[in-house]
């Protein structure tokens, strides 16, 4: 339902096709599961298509074994007025022993869509919690950083454009 649903989690297997040159996880497969969770956290959370259009501070702590168990953890912490940010939070552990160890982390940004393609409004996060209030405003603060970041990308926009 609409504006209730603000977590999701999935777990899988790291198979042998996400393997990189050096026998871990490939960073790609990495991205392309935090995209899936977190497009699936804020889908839910707004009841519409969603686009991904930024991703904060991807960090990769440790790698990740192929053959361990995977664990994608997504949570809205805040919204805008079209767009959600979704943190990301990825641990890994093998299946025989052990405990979940935190591998991954990043904040992404998704915007919800209207049949026509569209940004459109999506439900208002309203957090409670002290953690949830202090979470909010790290996305606030990374999304004004996000825009610092963006202006400064424009001088490398312009080099694109003049070489092609
Ligand atoms: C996402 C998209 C529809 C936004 O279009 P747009 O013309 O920038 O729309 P708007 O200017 O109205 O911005 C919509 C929202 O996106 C947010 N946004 C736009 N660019 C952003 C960025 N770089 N970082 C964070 N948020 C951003 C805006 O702040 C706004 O949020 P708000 O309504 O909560 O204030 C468009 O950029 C797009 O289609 N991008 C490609 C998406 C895609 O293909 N993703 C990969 C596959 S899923």
């Given at each position: 339902?609409?504006?209730?649903?603000?977590?999701?989690?999935?777990?899988?297997l790291a198979?042998?096709?996400?393997?990189?040159?050096?026998?871990?996880?490939?960073?790609?497969?990495?991205?392309?599961?935090?995209?899936?969770?977190?497009?699936?956290?804020?889908?839910?959370?707004c009841?519409?298509?969603?686009?991904?259009?930024?991703v904060?501070g991807?960090?990769?702590?440790?790698?990740?074994?192929?053959?361990?168990?995977?664990e994608?953890?997504?949570?809205?912490?805040?919204?805008?007025?079209?767009?959600m940010?979704?943190?990301v939070?990825?641990?890994?552990?093998?299946p025989?022993?052990?405990?979940?160890?935190?591998?991954?982390?990043c904040?992404?940004?998704?915007?919800?869509?209207?049949?026509?393609?569209?940004?459109?409004?999506v439900?208002?996060?309203?957090?409670?919690?002290?953690?949830?209030?202090?979470?909010?405003?790290?996305?606030?603060?990374?999304?004004?950083?996000?825009?610092?970041?963006q202006?400064?990308?424009?001088?490398?926009?312009?080099?694109?454009?003049?070489?092609?």
């Open positions: 339902m609409p504006g209730q649903d603000h977590e999701f989690t999935m777990r899988f198979g042998p096709e996400n393997r990189n040159m050096y026998g871990n996880v490939h960073g790609g497969s990495m991205m392309k599961w935090m995209d899936e969770g977190a497009g699936t956290c804020a889908a839910g959370w009841g519409l298509p969603c686009v991904t259009v930024a904060s991807i960090t990769f702590h440790k790698p990740v074994a192929i053959g361990h168990i995977v994608v953890r997504a949570r809205l912490i805040n919204t805008g007025r079209t767009s940010h979704i943190a939070n990825v641990s890994s552990r093998d025989r022993f052990g405990t979940f160890e935190h591998t991954t982390s904040m992404m940004a998704f915007v919800a869509l209207d049949a026509e393609g569209r940004p459109t409004p439900p208002k996060w309203e957090p409670t919690t002290p953690e949830d209030l202090a979470l909010q405003a790290r996305a606030i603060r990374l999304k004004e950083l996000g825009q610092d970041i202006e400064e990308l424009v001088a490398f926009k312009l080099v694109g454009e003049a070489k092609c």
